[in-house]
């Protein structure tokens, strides 16, 4: 079992950045890879980024490479992402989820934490 919690989101200017965070108990952690996914209201839910369980592999949608960075602290059992030059379109509510391997489908989640929201205004 892994239990995810994420923190950081907040209502920010279009421009700025954002740190969020995914905090994980459970013994396991440092086994799964760490995706992010999105969701703004109407819209499904999608792939934003993803950490292998080593921190040597990484995954980006193309809507946000090159302004986001994944990075992991399997000591600290915790995932950061590092969100900059921030855009209105990337409002939305923000989830980490678990998986073995990097995943870019919400099917192959094993574990979901309960989101956190992310507000760019312009």
């Known amino acids: 079992q892994v239990q995810l919690v994420e923190s950081g989101g907040r209502l920010v200017q279009a421009g700025g950045s954002l740190r969020l965070s995914c905090a994980a108990s459970g013994r396991t952690f440092s086994y799964y890879a760490i995706n992010w996914f999105r969701q703004a209201p109407g819209k499904e839910r999608e792939f934003v980024s993803a950490?292998?369980?080593?921190?040597?592999?990484?995954d980006y949608a193309d809507s946000v490479k090159g302004r986001f960075t994944i990075s992991r602290d399997n000591a600290r059992n915790t995932v950061y992402l590092q969100m900059n030059s921030l855009k209105v379109e990337d409002t939305a509510v923000y989830y980490c989820?678990?998986?073995?391997?990097?995943?870019?489908?919400?099917?192959?989640?094993?574990?979901w934490g309960q989101g956190t929201q992310v507000t760019v205004s312009s």
């Open positions: 950490v292998g369980w080593d921190n040597l592999r990484t």
């Open positions: 989820a678990a998986a073995r391997t990097i995943v870019r489908l919400t099917t192959d989640i094993d574990y």
